[in-house]
């Protein structure tokens, strides 16, 4: 099978942890020891998360004293698919050393007029309390909005539209390479209508929407979207939660989940199923085999007919 898997940014660096080089390292290395099991007996191709390190990154280049600008976000997303891709090729090497593996730097196409630019959501970097976020937004020119208690910086997350590399990673994928790609949701880019030209702009992108387009491409067999719970619940966060083990993409259309969170997984699934009349897989890292086999997680398929034994909810 052709399996594409998303990494959650939990799988890197867990809430709250300190954000040092080698913690990452570790978290990288387990989760390639889950993954390498799938990749014996199977093609396989990662995305990533990358929002605590892109936070990271921006605060440390916005406080260095030789930049007058710090470095824009679209620089700070490819630095990122370096350095997590670094990891988890050296993760993957030592699992699997006859293996090809690659990291591949790549850019996802967003529209100009992306009504995101205008109305900037997602949350990047730290929080301040209001007077030093004010402060901050008018030296460097940043949207904010308050986040809880605290006040963060917001960016726009353009809905990405198409995968620039996403032929080089078919192909690479057709070899029998690893393909870790589309890191951090990819490189937000716009192509200019007259020239033609790609340039970055400054945003950042869902990496599981973009996961759905790049297992889109790539035909896949199965996607799936590795993170730090069991699967998607319905009535989260209550008494009377309740895993959700297997819907149709429409039964889960018709309701709803938190923006910053599960909502972009679950539209991920829908959509990649919906295309592809496939199953989506959503649960946690650890379970990454028995999601596969169907035995953990959530399952989002397009008709209920293709799984045999599922009982009517
Ligand atoms: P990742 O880094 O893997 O993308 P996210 O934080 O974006 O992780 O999404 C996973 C989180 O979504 C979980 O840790 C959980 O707290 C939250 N969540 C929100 N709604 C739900 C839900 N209905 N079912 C399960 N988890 C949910
Ligand atoms: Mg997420």
């Not at 998607?232 to 309740?242: A, K």
């Amino acid at each position: 099978m052709r399996i594409v898997a998303a990494l959650g940014g939990n799988a890197l660096l867990q809430r709250g942890e300190r954000p040092a080089a080698s913690i990452q390292r570790h978290h990288v290395d387990d989760a390639v020891a889950q993954l390498a099991s799938i990749a014996r007996d199977h093609e396989l191709i990662i995305t990533h998360g990358n929002g605590p390190q892109v936070g990271l990154l921006a605060v440390e280049s916005a406080n260095d004293p030789e930049l007058a600008q710090p470095y824009p976000l679209d620089v700070i997303g490819a630095q990122t698919q370096g350095m997590i891709g670094y990891w988890l090729l050296q993760a993957f090497t030592s699992a699997l050393p006859d293996r090809p593996v690659v990291a591949l730097v790549t850019r996802t196409i967003v529209h100009a007029d992306d009504p995101s630019f205008e109305h900037p959501t997602k949350f990047v970097g730290l929080g301040y309390d209001e007077l030093d976020a004010r402060r901050l937004a008018a030296a460097r020119g940043w949207t904010i909005a308050q986040d809880g208690a605290r006040w963060r910086r917001v960016v726009a997350s353009p809905e990405p539209y198409a995968i620039v590399e996403s032929s080089m990673i078919q192909k690479l994928a057709n070899d029998g390479a690893i393909v870790i790609c589309a890191g951090g949701g990819g490189i937000p880019v716009v192509r200019d209508v007259d020239d033609g030209r790609l340039s970055g702009v400054e945003g950042v992108i869902d990496k599981d929407l973009a996961t759905a387009l790049v297992a889109h491409h790539l035909k896949a067999d199965v996607m799936l979207i590795l993170t730090d719970v069991p699967g998607v619940y319905r009535d989260y966060g209550t008494p009377d939660q309740q895993l959700i083990r297997m819907a149709t993409a429409e039964e889960l259309r018709a309701m709803s989940f938190s923006d910053g969170s599960m909502g972009p997984k679950v539209e991920a699934a829908c959509r990649f199923v919906e295309s592809m009349g496939t199953r989506a897989v959503i649960g946690q890292l650890d379970d990454a085999e028995d999601l596969l086999e169907g035995t953990a997680g959530t399952t989002v398929v397009l008709d209920a007919q293709t799984c045999p034994g599922r009982k009517t909810p």
